[in-house]
């Protein structure tokens, strides 16, 4: 039986989904300058539904500009 995610895990889990869709995007349509950085609404949209601090909602968004970074 799969055990339930976390909202942090949740949160987590997203950007992972945010950044796989740009890097698909690259892959397929090329690099644009904020490749990655324009999913952020959508991110901060989802976050805000989630029961987290204000902490892991910052070390989620550092983690997802980290990520963007590197696309």
């Known amino acids: ?3 339930e995610l976390s909202d942090l895990e949740k949160g987590f889990a997203m950007v992972d989904k945010l950044i796989n869709k740009a ?3 690259k892959e397929h349509k090329g ?3 904020n490749l990655g ?3 952020l609404p959508k991110l901060e ?3 805000s539904n ?3 601090t204000y902490s892991d909602r910052s070390i ?3 983690a997802f500009w980290s990520k963007a970074k590197d696309i």
Request: proline share 0%; charged share 35%; hydrophobic share 30%.
């Open 1 to 3: 039986m799969a055990r």
């Open 23 to 25: 890097r698909q995007e």
């Open 31 to 33: 690099y644009r300058e």
């Open 37 to 39: 950085y324009d999913q």
């Open 45 to 47: 949209s989802y976050l």
């Open 50 to 52: 989630l029961d987290i």
């Open 60 to 62: 989620i968004t550092s």
